[in-house]
């Protein structure tokens, strides 16, 4: 959900100082589960490491440490600072993720009711032909060549969902698409680009907090206005700040878990063929899907306000702490036999993929919604999909907080 500020590797390791190790470089990014697995079945789940940025953190790998840090208000989002509504803000500047309770459930309340399962389900036929849609023109375009699934379908199918959700303009949805996209991957863009783009998010964000108070719809934007309006407690550029928030973390990290949830299927053909012939499962399965891989390995690196005990180690107080929702989704103590694909498995609604407690991502009744639709239109649609080139093969990028796959070349099979 973040990235790392201020780059400061090389820093000299003090004299005397074991250097601490750094397992979450590209190795990390390729394979998390292997090295994840490692330090959580050690002597010392709980590990000390130094970030690819040169910071040190905590890492915390068991399923049951995990569940208790999210759960633990002596780990801060906020850093302890306490944010001061008065000053005028651009949307993003401060979103949910630095706040902690109470300013945090002020600003999260007015979110949460307009995003749940049943609300989600009044968009799931839009979200459908806007699968079906798309699943035509890769077809048209493909002849009988592979096709690149996260650009011709991924990428399109969840901007297209939120745009459904948001009710979008269709005019205005090309435009919007461009910062959208360059937020959730800055590979290779300037600083000026960024902020350019975060300018282009807060006027539409504004732009449709303006539109919709005159003219409220059915749309999750007109539902967040009201019941601002109803309880008040957040100020302008807070609502503004967490209508984007939900734009930008709605779009990539549902795209990622498309793909690798697809990734998954492809290695596991049994697995999809039985999905494929009872698609009914499909639901239940996307848990286990998010619990097999999911974009992000931790969650949001929290501050430990005080020293806090897990297990045999303190965390002294000032460090940073990352939770490993990755690590814990594979705790044999929680999840029998974790290696094995099981889509009927009873714990997978235990994964952590989504987080945990105050900041349990309120965006996940969408992103499961999402995630059913795509998988189910495309094996209903291309029974057997191989993959076009090897698993070991396809390119991971982002970075150890967020993994992101640029390309997914699959064949489709053609009807069953
Ligand atoms: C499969 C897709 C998704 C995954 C894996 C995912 C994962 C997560 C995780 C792990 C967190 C908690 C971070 C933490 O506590 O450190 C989170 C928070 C959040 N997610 Fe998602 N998310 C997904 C989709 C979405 C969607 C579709 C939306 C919006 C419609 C969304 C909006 C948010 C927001 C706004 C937060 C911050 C919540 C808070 O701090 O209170 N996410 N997400």
Known sequence: MDTEPAVTAGAPVRAGRPRLPEPLGGAFVRRPAGVLAEIRESGCPVARVRTPAGRPAWLVTRAEDVRAGFMDPRLSLSGGRTPDPGVRRRALDLTLVNYDPPDHTRIRRLATPALTPARMAAH????????????????????????????????????????????????????????????????????????????????????????????????????????????????????????AMLLLAGFDSTVQAMGMSVVALLAHPQVQQRLSEEPERIPRAVDELLRWDTPGSFGTKRLALEDIRFGDTVIPAG???????????????????PGTLDPGRSTASRHLS??????????????????????????????????????????WGGGYLHRRLAALPVLPGGPA
């Open 319 to 337: 460090s940073g702490v990352l939770l490993s929702v990755a690590a814990a989704n594979h705790d044999p103590r929680c999840h029998a036999d």
């Open 124 to 243: 799931r036929e839009r979200i459908e032909r806007a699968a079906a849609e798309l699943l035509d023109a890769a077809d048209a375009a493909r002849g009988r060549g592979p096709i690149e699934l996260m650009g011709a379908f991924a990428r399109p199918f969840a901007f297209r969902s939120l745009c459904e959700v948001f009710d979008v303009p269709e005019e205005e949805r090309a435009a919007l698409y461009e910062p959208v996209a360059l937020l959730a991957d800055k590979t290779g863009r300037s600083a000026a680009e960024v902020d350019a783009s975060v300018t282009r998010v807060d006027a539409f964000v504004r732009g449709e907090m303006a539109r919709r108070s005159a003219a409220p719809g059915d749309d999750l934007v007109s539902r967040v206005l009201a019941a601002w309006q109803e309880q008040g407690g957040a100020s302008e550029d807070e609502v503004a700040s967490l209508l």
């Open 354 to 395: 989504f987080g945990l407690g105050p900041h349990y991502c309120p965006g996940s009744g969408l992103a499961r919604l999402e995630l059913t639709v795509a998988l189910t239109r495309l094996l209903g649609r291309w029974h057997r999909l191989a993959p076009a080139v090897p698993l070991s093969q396809l390119a």
